[in-house]
Every structure is written in C-alpha cells, then in structure tokens.
C-alpha cells in the first residue's frame, strides 16, 4: 500500500505559501498623511534682508516605508518644479528650490531696486482621493515674479500605491484615442461647439485645432477631475476649465481602479 499522506501535506502547505504571497501582493499600504510646512525664515535673515514671500504646505506620508518616501519625493518635486526659475536646471528638494527662488528676486531687486516688487510664492498640497490602488494629490500654486499678474495653476499627481511613483496619463488610461474622443463629445456639448465645426470655433486655442485631454487628470472620492489651467486652451481672463465625470461613467477607461 502507497503512503499518499506526505504527499498530501506538502501540497497543503504549498498552498498555503501562494496564499500568503498572493495576499501579500494584493494588500497595499494604508496612508496617513500630513501636513509640513517650509518657512522661508528657516533659510535666511529676512529680518534684516528683503525676502521673497513664499507661503509653502507639502503633504507627506509619515509612515518610514519605502513607498512613503518615494510618495514624498514625487510631492516634493513637484513642489520644487513650481519654484524653479531656471529651466537648464534640476532641484530636487524643497529647501534648494526656495533658496534659488528667494536668490534670484534678490538678484532682480540688485538690478533693478526702485521697480522690483517681492516675488511671492503660495504652494498648497491636499490628499484629493486615495484607494487600494491610487493616490491623487492636488498641488495649488500661484507664482509670481513680476509682470501685470502671477500665475494660479493646479496639477495632479496619481500614484501607485504599490511603488510611491507617479503614473503618467499614457499608462492610466488605457486607450487615450477612445477617452479622448468620449471627452472631446462632452466638451462639445458643455460649450456649444456643433460637431461639423472646428474645436476652436467660439474661442478656445487648442494645437493644430485639434481637441487634447488636459495634463492635469485628478480624482475625488465621486469624481474624475480634467482640468485645463490658464491660458491652456483659453485666455487668461477665461480662468481655468474643468471637466467632472462621474467616476463610475469613466472606469472602463482606465487601467487601475478609480473607484
């Protein structure tokens, strides 16, 4: 008679094994999420020299993993990118971007000292949305550096919340050309804009007159958010234009879970 039992438990426990691995994988990392706030006093003596007026609020995941870290750093440099007033440069943490920011006003106000008005630097970040799959950070900024206005934009940041890293639209959606022509319809309609007539027929600017999904793609707890900032598609004083979908409407366009 063959003694079958041996057999038998090592196939429970193998089993068991690819459960627990299974598990692991498809259980992700519960957030929590803060505030941190960046004086410009922590980096000069704006008691006795005229400084910049920055205003900046990052959110950070306090948990000490990996994937907080990498969540951190993508929020920090966006935050970064905003104050940077070089283009043939790369800051990547918050205290060498306002320390360039605050650099170059001084070096303007040198230039130019009876017409300089302080730049003014407002950074504001907030958790949009977040589930098992996806973070959506939202990053209000406004910047100014002289001129008749500053510059008011917000922009979106997913994540995956297995890796930290941000996910770039391409790989978010997974068939840009079908969402695109699903939006451009809406759009259409919410502007007025019949279908046998250019996209920029009553006013809008976009390139090659041809309809584009916006940059900035975010997410509420009901809603998917497109959102074009000043001066994408329209004028300045147009303010920006958004798009709301209800989130079940738009999930079979994406490759993660939105909902």
């Known amino acids: 008679m063959i003694n079958t039992k041996p057999?038998?438990?090592?196939?429970i426990a193998f089993f068991l094994v690819i459960l627990v691995c299974f598990n692991s994988c498809e259980t992700s990392e519960s957030f929590t999420f803060q505030k941190r706030t960046i004086a410009i006093n922590d980096f000069f003596d704006c008691q006795t020299t005229d400084c910049a007026i920055t205003e900046i609020f990052l959110l950070e995941s306090v948990s000490e993993s990996e994937v907080s870290k990498s969540i951190n750093a993508e929020i920090e440099k966006a935050a970064c990118a905003l104050l940077n007033?070089?283009?043939?440069?790369?800051?990547n943490?918050?205290?060498?971007?306002?320390k360039s920011?605050?650099?170059s006003y001084q070096e303007m106000k040198k230039e130019f000292p009876q017409e300089t008005i302080p730049y003014e630097a407002s950074i504001n970040c907030d958790m949009s949305f977040q589930n098992t799959d996806i973070l959506s950070?939202?990053?209000?900024s406004y910047i100014f550096t002289g001129g008749a206005h500053g510059s008011g934009n917000s922009t979106y940041?997913?994540?995956n919340l297995k890796t930290g890293k941000v996910i770039a639209n391409k790989k978010l959606i997974k068939d840009t050309i079908l969402f695109s022509s699903f939006v451009e319809k809406t759009f259409r309609k919410i502007h007025n804009i019949p279908e046998n007539q250019s996209i920029n027929s009553t006013g809008f600017f976009f390139e090659n007159d041809t309809f584009a999904l916006p940059t900035n793609i975010g997410l509420t707890d009901t809603h998917l958010i497109l959102l074009y900032n000043q001066y994408e598609?329209?004028?300045y004083a147009e303010g920006p234009i958004e798009l709301k979908f209800n989130k079940e409407e738009v999930a079979k366009y994406f490759s993660v879970n939105i909902l």
Not at 85 to 91: F, G, Q, R, W
Request: aromatic share 4%.
């Open 7 to 11: 057999n038998t438990m090592l196939r």
């Open 85 to 91: 007033m070089e283009d043939n440069t790369s800051l």
């Open 93 to 98: 943490s918050i205290e060498k971007a306002i």
């Open 101 to 103: 920011f605050n650099i």
């Open 137 to 140: 950070v939202l990053v209000d």
């Open 157 to 159: 940041l997913n994540m």
């Open 233 to 235: 598609i329209s004028s």
